[in-house]
């Protein structure tokens, strides 16, 4: 045998590279762990919420998770959670959500969040705001210093009926704000494939206007917030401010939980 000291090391594999959706994976995977048996339960929508579904489902099909009841924040999610076996009710039956699982598009060192990407802010914003405990599941490159700075939309839900003219007062509202645009929202933009040039169409049937601060919202947010709810044709925006419990951050170097 050859001696000990002359012997090649042991390969060592490098761990393989997470990509963004295993970080995503493992974010939802921790959030799930939250969970407890008869639990009424947000359920979010977009690619990271998908994965807490899959695991829900998982779990209670291996029964270590029983008796759990899942809202879901938008048809695509109903369809989903409907598919792995999440049972499903609604905020009629189940006004107060033990706890809601939900991705975002950015989070502030504060945890207000911009949501809605997937155009489902207001089914989120209700089912979430009626949580006892609302937690976010995000990969590190959702972390930003300011709300509106990553170059994604705000979005905002409006009425259809003379949208024109709620996006022209969203427009007056931010008159001056260097960098600022305004955009309904296309379907072709929202699918990503150059399809049909038409509004995107919520689930409540409404539309989105996209609001774009190219140095991201400076100010006070709740103020901001309120001028843009109180514009009439307005239903709702993705500024999801003090809502988050907790925020399950995955990146490249471990898993980070910030709480309000
Ligand atoms: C949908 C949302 C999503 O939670 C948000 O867009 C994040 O999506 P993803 O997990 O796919 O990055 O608010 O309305």
Redesign the pocket.
Known sequence: PIPASLAPPPVVEPPAARTPDDL?RIAAHRAVELLESGMVVGL???????HALDRIGELLRRGVLRDIVGIP??KKTEAHAAAVGIPLSDLHAHPIVDISI????EVDPSLN?????????LR?KMIEGASRRFVV???DS?MVPCLGGSGLAV?VEVIPFCWGHTLGRLRSLFEGVPGFDVKLRRAAVAAGDGGKDEPFVTDNMNYIVDLFFENGIHGDLDLISDKILRITGVVEH?MFLGMASSVIIAGKDGVTVLDE
């Open positions: 995503k979010g929508t977009g690619s990271t919420a998908a924040t938008s939900d991705g975002a598009d969040l911009v949501k809605g990407r997937g155009g489902s802010l989120e599941i995000v990969d959702k979005p993705g």
